[in-house]
T-cell receptor, first 114, second 116 residues
Framework: AQSVTQPDIHITVSEGASLELRCNYS??????LFWYVQSPGQGLQLLLK??????LVQGIKGFEAEFKRSQSSFNLRKPSVHWSDAAEYFC????????????FGQGTTLQVKP | DAGVIQSPRHEVTEMGQEVTLRCKPI?????LFWYRQTMMRGLELLIY????????DSGMPEDRFSAKMPNASFSTLKIQPSEPRDSAVYFC??????????????FGPGTRLTVL
């Protein structure tokens, strides 16, 4: 069965520090992978997505993610975190074939210390 | 574009009452998704539509939940009768393709439902 695991429920980093949010997926075919961000009281916004090509994907707001098939991972990174990055981050997996169904991880809440 | 519009933003009701949540997808989008978000279960897909037709409703928790999409610009999610365990944030999302997995889903701001 398809699944997404975000091992870290809550992460705190200092402003200016680097960030890595982990995501592991289970999917039998070619996965399509997404990272979304949710600010308090808001809907989800797409940060980046991967479905083919270069395994290092650039997104909005200075985020990037690297797809590693051997590790079934799609970790999100940012070299220098800003206070405005405090939010909840969701990794999601969809699949080839015309289903449109996304499976979301439980989310990681990011807190940024001044 | 105004984005995905949901109403109401907040709903407080009593157990046993009917609740109707509304969604207007982005104009020109062909697929619409309803999600439920709770602390315990995270973000769950309830149902989705392609060209106004329900494709997969396997996530709908039980018969008390129903969803319709009478036209390309409007969808409803109804709970009748509502129960306290239905308290959650309900999101609507839409995308351009016919449920293509590579398309970006655009989310509305959500409806926070509280059932007393």
């Amino acid at each position: 069965a398809q699944s997404v695991t975000q091992p870290d429920i809550h992460i705190t980093v200092s402003e200016g520090a680097s960030l890595e949010l982990r995501c592991n997926y289970s999917y039998g075919a070619t996965p399509y992978l997404f990272w979304y961000v949710q600010s308090p009281g808001q809907g989800l916004q797409l940060l980046l997505k991967y479905f083919s090509g270069d395994t290092l994907v650039q997104g909005i707001k200075g985020f990037e993610a690297e797809f590693k098939r051997s590790q079934s991972s799609f970790n999100l990174r940012k070299p220098s975190v800003h206070w405005s990055d405090a939010a909840e981050y969701f990794c999601a997996v969809g699949g080839s074939g015309n289903t449109g169904k996304l499976i979301f991880g439980q989310g990681t809440t990011l807190q940024v210390k001044p | 574009d105004a984005g995905v519009i949901q109403s109401p933003r907040h709903e407080v009701t009593e157990m046993g009452q009917e609740v109707t949540l509304r969604c207007k997808p982005i104009s020109g989008h062909n697929s619409l998704f309803w999600y439920r978000q709770t602390m315990m279960r995270g973000l769950e897909l309830l149902i989705y539509f392609n060209n106004n037709v329900p494709i997969d409703d396997s996530g709908m928790p039980e018969d008390r939940f129903s969803a319709k999409m009478p036209n390309a610009s409007f969808s409803t999610l109804k709970i009748q009768p509502s129960e306290p365990r239905d308290s959650a944030v309900y999101f609507c999302a839409s995308n351009k393709g016919l449920a293509s997995s590579t398309d970006t889903q655009y989310f509305g701001p959500g409806t926070r439902l509280t059932v007393l």
